[in-house]
């Protein structure tokens, strides 16, 4: 198939375009959104429709969704594909979701269910994936050195959600607002694998809370406007967020060496912050030679399992994570990596695995293996196109 890649600089697009060369299609791609981060969308838009004039494409291709591209392949009768790896994506609110032109693909079960329904058999569920050639030849060229460089016991890479934060502007004197929310963020941020924010929240405190916070999310024209969704979605899960990660930096850091890379401000965390690393140079030698990589997902991920998993696994790395209501069906528990369920299981699992070098070596190969076989980029691709055109 011949298709066109509509790209804004994802660090997961170069492995999606090679594996999609690997099925023996054709990509060409529209990249100005990489180099120009102000670009508005009539100027994507006018990109676009050029390049579909000019050329005969099968399909677009994106990755998160794009309602100008649906309208565009809406007009030229062309398949949209797109899939998610984030969330909240909050254009899946807009009324373009249900252009019959569309086959959009989400990463988040939780995510799928709730759009789903606003364009059915067009709307599917698909989790991410990693590409472990491309990991395991930046490993091979390391020198020793470097080896030893990114060497740790506890290790985590990723924002701290510290420095965006946007529950942080809110301005109330209600001191029951704030107890209400705080307590409901505390439940969520104590509770793996249930969402339940959204049912907390009662019309009175979302409007209430709406009128406190500058600048509220307002949708683009032509959307749906929940006013619930964004505000759990949007802003208390970057808050809990925020809580979860400084709270676990706290907790491990004062019983084990942790080393976290991160450009958030980890002022008097008891961690070492080596800064930010490069994604596809320094990244695999972290999750390579970390002895526990953890991973700590969003809260707006609600039941899906982040790209960090993936990546963790495809270098060779032993991942700790917390649980998540998909990862059982995508990897064996204890097997392929291990799960934690509270705070004292986080801890106990910690001092465990650091102390079990030949179960901990054993459990990431497996981990290696299973995401070779079964989560890379071609196969997941290949699952997308057959869904797409009604394949399987």
């Known amino acids: 198939m011949n298709l066109l890649f509509y790209r804004y ?47 005969s494409y099968d399909f677009v291709f994106s990755i998160n969704y794009y309602p100008f591209i649906s309208e565009i392949c809406n007009i030229f009768q062309i398949r949209y594909l797109c899939w998610t790896v984030d969330c909240p994506v909050m254009e899946l609110y807009s009324d373009t979701v249900s252009n019959p032109w569309n086959r959009i693909f989400l990463f988040d079960r939780a995510q799928y269910e709730e759009i789903a329904p606003q364009n059915p058999g067009c709307i599917f569920h698909l989790p991410l994936a990693s590409n472990p050639s491309r990991w395991h030849n930046v490993l091979q060229k390391a020198s020793p050195a470097e080896y030893a460089k990114y ?54 405190i979302v409007a209430e809370f709406r009128e406190a916070l500058p600048g509220f999310y307002i949708p683009p024209e032509k959307s ?3 006013d619930r ?3 759990a979605q949007i802003y208390l ?10 709270r676990t930096m706290q907790l491990l850091g004062n019983h084990y060496p942790v080393t976290l890379y991160t ?6 965390l008891p961690v070492q912050n080596k800064g930010l690393v490069k994604t596809l ?7 390579s030679n970390s002895k526990i990589n953890l991973n700590i997902t969003a809260k707006s ?21 917390n649980y998540q209501p998909e990862l059982e069906d995508l990897f064996t528990v204890g097997e392929d990596l291990d799960c934690y369920v509270s705070e004292d299981d986080l801890l106990a699992k910690t001092e465990y695995y650091l102390s079990h070098e030949k179960e901990r070596a054993e459990i990431a190969q497996n981990g290696l293996l299973t995401v070779q076989e079964k989560h890379n980029y071609p196969e997941r691709l290949l699952t997308m196109i057959s869904l797409a055109y009604g394949l399987s």
């Open 9 to 55: 600089g994802s660090i997961c697009e170069p492995d999606i375009i090679e594996g999609f060369r690997e099925l023996g299609n054709q990509v060409t791609e529209i990249t100005l959104e990489i180099y120009n981060k102000n670009l508005g969308p009539l100027e994507g838009l006018t990109a676009l429709k050029n390049e579909l004039f000019a050329h």
């Open 151 to 204: 060497a740790g016991d506890v290790t985590f890479v990723g924002s701290l959600y510290t420095e965006k934060c946007p529950y942080d502007r809110l301005q109330t004197d209600s001191a029951y607002l704030r107890g209400y929310l705080e307590g409901i963020m505390d439940a969520q941020r104590s509770i793996y694998g249930c969402y339940f924010l959204e049912d907390l929240l009662p019309d009175s």
């Open 224 to 226: 749906i406007r929940d």
């Open 229 to 231: 969704v964004a505000m």
């Open 237 to 246: 899960c970057a808050k809990i967020s925020a809580q979860e990660r400084v």
């Open 263 to 268: 450009g958030s401000d980890s002022t008097g």
């Open 281 to 287: 140079t320094e990244m695999p030698l972290v999750f």
């Open 301 to 321: 991920i609600r039941s899906a399992l982040p790209l960090r998993i993936f990546d963790i696994l495809a270098c060779g790395g032993f991942c700790l994570t």
